[in-house]
């Protein structure tokens, strides 16, 4: 029997042998062909390989061409790899396939591959290259970027350094700024510190500032404390500079700016350190001083200078012009207020030092040594008396203090010329007499009185009496009088003769005797 397709015999075999995997035979066959390159057993038969797949000789399949290669026509026994840097997928039937790896990519290992952060390449490259010193990438990049200003980097550097504060980007790298300037983080470069400033040291970050009231002297700063200096008194730092102090203020030494002189003083000139005060008792009539001693203005009489300013004297005090201060007036003097002077208090009134106002003695006091003092038992006086004055005869007053005396009592007197600091002074005219006048009188011939008496009574029709009589007589028998007789008619004559003999020669006889 013949052998069957893909089988083989031998003479005098039993059986049919299959055919080697690659080979195929026709019915019948002796042997088994090989399939050719390019072809490969496909449904029994060698059958031509399709472009985009290769195979070797007794291939029992075609093969895809690997990435990066291709196979433009069927049968094809190998894949033609793409030129360098060029790339394409596997099983690509055309030269067309090869691509170019895009920028960032490169072929490694046979594939386009994208360029770690720090590399980068450009399109078609066939490895990644680092980037350049101060320059830096991302993964996948076409190209390195440039630092930005103040910061540096390596060479394949992913980031860029920031410089420091205190050194800046000189010659491509982060260099420490010198004494004398300073620099912040990210600087370009190193900063000249400015005019009243400083830098001691390598590295600043910051200048210092001189010392208020002192300057470098210079339009730059300085590397050393050492050059600030301290602008002298009537001079301050102004606008960077030791400036003098215009007239009308002052400064002192180390100022940071000039004082405007203070109320009731002046500088007439530039560079003052001091102010000079106005002369006592006149000011400058303002909330500042002045830069003219012609500012300072005396104060006229009735204000002085008070808190710095001319103000009116109160009343109960006064100034003359030019005063420092208002003095009080003196005891028994007052004043309104604006006074130049105090005036005296009228007669008769008094005043406390500093008053405003005299006041009246009252009544039953005068001004004594210059003072209202209570009148003495015995004195009276009215309200505003200068002296206090003697109770009248017959009266009195019995207590210190007295407005008014009193009056004795009806028929007494004081027997004295002025009146009495009691009413036990007060004494009874005795009988025969009378308060006339103010004094006890002795009634006339003709008139009595009783004790205590305020005047005499003529006697009675044929009553009569002599001079100093307490009572009146009446008239003898056979004898007449009229009213007020100081005798009787006929006999009453006689008595009367006997009465002046009984009376005169008791005298003649003590005259006769010192004879």
């Known amino acids: 029997t013949s052998c069957a397709v893909n089988t083989f015999s031998i003479a005098g075999s039993g059986s049919c042998t299959g055919c080697a995997a690659g080979s195929t035979s026709a019915a019948g066959a002796t042997v088994c062909d090989v399939c050719a390159a390019g072809s490969a ?41 793409c030129p360098g840097g060029l790339t394409s997928a596997a099983g690509s039937d055309s030269s067309d396939d090869c691509e170019v790896c895009s920028a960032g990519n490169a072929v490694i290992s046979g594939s386009c ?16 290259t680092s ?45 420490q700024c010198v004494a004398g300037t300073y ?50 008194a009537g001079s301050a730092v102004i606008a960077g500079s030791c400036t003098q ?63 710095g300013s001319c103000t009116q004297c109160d009343a109960g005090t006064y100034s003359v012009a030019g005063s420092t201060e208002c003095t009080s007036c003196a005891v028994n003097t007052f004043s309104i ?10 007669a008769g009134s008094t005043s406390a030092a500093g008053a405003t106002v005299c006041d009246v003695c009252a009544a039953g ?10 009148c003495v038992a015995g004195t009276y006086s009215l309200a505003g008396s200068t002296e206090c004055t003697q109770c009248a005869a017959n009266s009195y007053s019995a207590s210190a203090g007295a407005s008014t005396c009193s009056a004795c009592a009806a028929g007494s007197t004081t027997q004295a010329a002025t009146g009495s600091d009691s009413s036990d002074d007060c004494e009874v005219c005795s009988a025969g007499s009378a308060v006339i006048s103010g004094s006890c009188t002795q009634c006339d011939a003709g008139t009595y009185s009783v004790a205590g008496s305020t005047e005499c009574t003529s006697c009675a029709v044929n009553t009569f009496s002599i001079a100093g009589s307490g009572s009146c007589t009446g008239c003898a028998a056979g004898s007449t009088s009229a009213a007020g007789a100081t005798v009787c008619d006929a006999l009453a004559r006689m008595l009367l003769l006997a009465l002046l003999v009984l009376l005169v020669l008791p005298a003649q006889l003590v005259q006769a005797t010192v004879l």
């Open 41 to 81: 057993v496909v449904a029994g038969s060698c059958t031509q390989c399709v472009a985009g797949t290769y195979s070797l000789a007794g291939s029992t399949e075609c093969t895809q061409c690997a990435a990066n290669s291709y196979s433009a026509s069927a049968g094809a026994s190998t894949c033609t790899s």
């Open 113 to 128: 591959t994208q360029c770690d952060a720090g590399t980068y390449s450009v399109a078609g490259s066939t490895e990644c």
């Open 131 to 175: 980037c350049a010193v101060n320059t830096f990438s991302i993964a996948g990049s076409g190209s390195c970027t440039g630092c930005a200003a103040g910061s540096t980097s390596a060479a394949g550097a992913t980031v860029c350094d920031v410089c420091a504060a205190g050194s800046a980007v000189i010659a491509g790298s982060c260099t």
């Open 183 to 232: 620099s912040l983080a990210g600087s370009t470069e190193c900063t000249q510190c400015a005019a009243n400033s400083y830098s001691a040291s390598a590295g600043a970050s910051t200048c210092s500032a001189c010392a208020a009231g002192s300057t470098t002297q210079a339009a730059t700063g300085s590397d050393s404390s050492d050059d600030c200096e301290v602008c002298s």
């Open 245 to 307: 102090c215009v007239a009308g203020t002052y400064s002192l030494a180390g100022s940071t700016e000039c004082t405007q002189c203070a109320a009731n003083s002046y500088s007439a000139s530039a560079g003052a350190s001091t102010c000079s005060a106005c002369a006592a008792g006149s000011t400058t009539q303002a909330a500042t001083g002045s830069d003219s001693s012609d500012d300072c203005e005396v104060c006229s009489a009735g204000s002085a200078v008070i808190s």
């Open 337 to 346: 207020a604006g006074s130049g002077s105090c005036t005296g208090c009228a």
């Open 365 to 374: 006091s005068a001004v004594v040594a210059g003072s209202c003092t209570q």
